[in-house]
């Protein structure tokens, strides 16, 4: 990626964070890009081009500080555990990240040329989490005895709108970043129960 591209993509993310979209301008991206709105238009053609391309940045380093605790993981539920609380931090990038995607999501409802980039790039956030809830059933050895509970795409879909929902209600001040986070943590467990407690006998109260 051009250094005038990255620039105009991250210029992007800031406009959006910081001025919502329903009246946003390419003129106003290029201002805060510090280039010429015709280099804008030369590299995204339209409003609607630079808007998918932004979006798709914004995904791209959102996966980035998702995957920053892979490393210090030691098993699936842990790196799940880092990606879905990934997405509440208090760092300015985050913030900046969370502020666009929400912004995004909700113009989505009136701007229909939206939905489609916008499904794609969550399909894609979806799939992430999905496979990291796949590989922590099976390093659980949880059996898959009900596929309305054990569905990895399921639960993926559902723990990815929960965080996105949290994060709104973290940006506005509603929750803290640690009770958010904890409520993210509530639902892995309610989702992924620990494997000793997988495997615990069931009394018998008879």
């Known amino acids: 990626m051009s250094e005038k591209r990255n620039a105009i993509l991250r210029a992007s993310a800031t406009a959006i964070a910081e001025r919502g979209i329903r009246g946003l301008r390419v003129t106003d991206v290029a201002e805060v890009a510090g280039v010429s709105p015709g280099l804008l238009y030369y590299h995204f053609k339209d409003r609607e081009g630079l808007l998918d391309a932004a979006l798709n940045y914004i995904n791209d380093r959102a996966r980035a500080y998702r995957s ?61 989490i999905s496979d990291a809830v796949s590989e922590a059933f099976s390093e659980a050895e949880l059996a898959g005895d009900n596929p309305t509970t054990t569905d990895p795409h399921k639960i993926a879909t559902t723990m990815t709108a929960l ?38 006998p069931v009394k018998d109260t008879k």
Do not use: K
């Not at 760092?91 to 939905?115: G, H, I, Q, T």
């Open 163 to 200: 965080v996105e929902g949290l994060s709104g209600r973290w940006l506005c001040n509603e929750l803290s970043t640690a009770d958010a986070r904890s409520c993210v943590l509530l639902a892995i467990d309610l989702a992924l129960p620990h494997p000793t407690e997988l495997h615990t």
């Open 68 to 128: 920053e605790g892979d490393a210090t993981a030691d098993t699936a539920r842990d790196r799940l555990v880092h990606a879905l609380l990934g997405e509440i931090q208090d760092r300015p990038d985050v913030v900046e990240n969370s502020l666009a995607w929400n912004e995004l999501r909700a113009s989505a409802v009136y701007e229909v040329a939206l939905r489609e980039p916008l499904a794609r790039t969550t399909a894609a956030w979806v799939a992430e």
